[in-house]
Every structure is written in C-alpha cells, then in structure tokens.
C-alpha cells in the first residue's frame, strides 16, 4: 500500500476488519514488516530503516468498476449494472447503518468499488474513512484527493455529514448510468428532461425491447442518482431511503412474477383438462396419440417450471 501514511493504513485496516457484509471487501490478512537496508544517500551509502505493511484481501476477478466505465453508458447488459448499483447501496447502507458506529467511506469512486467473478460489487478503500457514533455534522481541514466525487459542502467547507457519501454515490450511478462525464456534461439539462433522455439511450441499446420491469428499474435509478447530488444536503436522501425505494421496485418485481406464475399454472390446469378428454376419446390401448398427447403436455409443464 504505497503512498499513505501511518494513520491512513490504520484506518484501512480497523475499518476492513470492522465491515463485514456481502458487498464489502473481506479481509484476510495483514503483514507489517520494518528491516534495515543500505540505501545511497548523498553519494554515501548508510543504513536506514524500510517499513513494509499489506492488508490482504479477498481476489476479486472482475476487478474495479472504474474498468467497465467510460464517456458512454455502462456497456455491461442492465441486469448486471443493476445488480451493480443495488449491491454498492447495500454495501454503504452496511457502513452506515450496519455497525455499531457509522463507517463514513468519504472516498467513494469507481476505482474503490471490485466486482467478484459474478460481478457482485464489494466497497474497498477505507483509507480516508472515519468511524462516528452521531450523525452530526463534522469539519475537517483535510482535502480529499478526487473533487468530482465530493459534495460542494465539503469542497467550501470542509463539512463531513452521511450525505458525503451519498453524493458520491450519485455521481456514480450517473457514470453508470450516462457515463464518466455525466455530471458536467448534463449539469444544465432540467431533471426532467435529463431522465427521458438517458432513459431514451438504454431503450435504444435494448432496441425497444425493454420490458416494464427494467423500465421501472432504470428510471428509479436515474431518479436516485438526481436526488443524490443535490446541491442541498437537505434534499439529497439517506441511505435507509435509497434502499427502500428500491426495495419497491422489487416488490412490484415479485408481484408481476407472482402474476405471471398464476397465469401459468391456469394454462398448465387448462391444458391437462383438455389432454384427458383427448385421452379418454382416442386411448388405444396403453400407447396411444392420447397418452402421448398427455405425456407432452407434462412434459411441457416441468419445462416451464
């Protein structure tokens, strides 16, 4: 871990210990190791001491989102970019919620977010994280490294509130979503007119295919992405709201799934009625059309199911 310092690694590695969730990085070791060497220093050679520390993680095969992002909309198909953009909210509704004190990332960014070989996204980077019991409001004189991904309170401010990450994670769902330049590239486009527009570039990938369900779920996740970085603190949601709008939209999910099932199981009745009347008017003996007619029909219903 090049380039942090002591504090820095410290909270990395609390922080990882702490977090354990499906959509956080698990750790699984830690080495520190300080040895004497001889370097040259001023055309001399002298002893000095070299400190040397890892954390050991869990590999992650699909590597870092920043990987599968750029000017354009997420080329993955939506149901992985879906499970992507749920699993990063459940992952910092983790942090925030999920432990004893609140985990504040405040470095949250494509870069630090690693999708395992089945693209389930899982938080890392704690280094700049901060572990609070309230959920007040807090200043610093540290500056962040990246300013796109932080909200204008901290940048004039220096303010840190739970609603630091949760602009993060709108800006990152707009990467998702319409690319990496998004949100300077759309700044001025009134929200409404931003929605239809990058709602209009996933219907044109899917070429007008897009069934009701993915339609719900790709405009809600432009509509948290646009409540997330509001200038406002005030405006933009928790993380609890995220998560149960979504939830939401699941709800809706299972209740047409649930609908489409019963419609199922009536054809499936419908057809077995009509195959035993058929079976009853044309058996000849045991290996008739009517028990091969029967057969398929059964056949049919295990395939569907």
């Not at 879906?82 to 985990?103: A, D, Q, S, W």
């Not at 499936?268 to 007619?293: A, C, H, M, P």
Request: proline share 4%.
């Amino acid at each position: 871990m090049p380039g942090i310092d002591n504090e820095e690694f410290i909270n990395e590695f609390h922080n990882v210990v702490r977090a354990r969730h499906q959509n956080t990085i698990l750790l699984l070791g830690y080495c520190h190791h300080t040895a004497q060497v001889l370097v040259e220093h001023n055309g001399k050679h002298v002893s000095a001491i070299v400190e040397e520390r890892s954390l050991c993680s869990e590999y992650l095969q699909g590597g870092s989102l920043d990987n599968h992002l750029s000017n354009e909309p997420c080329a993955l198909a939506w149901h992985t970019c879906y499970k992507i953009i749920r699993g990063i909210c459940e992952g910092l509704h983790y942090l925030h919620k999920g432990v004893e004190y609140p985990i504040y990332h405040l470095e949250l960014k494509p870069t630090k977010i690693f999708l395992d070989n089945y693209m389930m996204p899982k938080i890392g980077g704690f280094g700049f994280s901060r572990l609070f019991d309230t959920t007040e409001t807090f200043n610093t004189s540290e500056v962040a490294r990246t300013s796109v991904y932080m909200p204008p309170e901290y940048i004039s401010k220096r303010q840190i509130t739970p609603k630091f990450d949760v602009f993060s994670l709108g800006i990152i769902i707009l990467q998702i979503m319409a690319g990496k330049e998004s949100y300077t590239k759309y700044a001025d486009i009134p929200p409404k007119e931003f929605i239809e527009h990058v709602y209009g570039l996933w219907v044109n990938r899917m070429q007008g295919t897009i069934s009701k369900d993915t339609s719900c779920e790709v405009r809600t996740c432009i509509e948290i992405a646009l409540k997330c970085v509001e200038s406002s603190q005030v405006k933009r949601p928790t993380i609890k709201q995220i998560i149960q709008r979504l939830n939401k939209i699941d709800i809706v999910e299972c209740s047409s799934i649930g609908e489409l099932y019963r419609t199922r199981e009536f054809a499936f009745e419908f057809l077995e009625r009509i195959t035993n009347d058929f079976s009853d008017q044309n058996k000849v003996g045991s290996g008739g059309y009517g028990d091969i007619y029967k057969g398929g029909a059964r056949q049919w219903r295990r395939d569907c199911c």
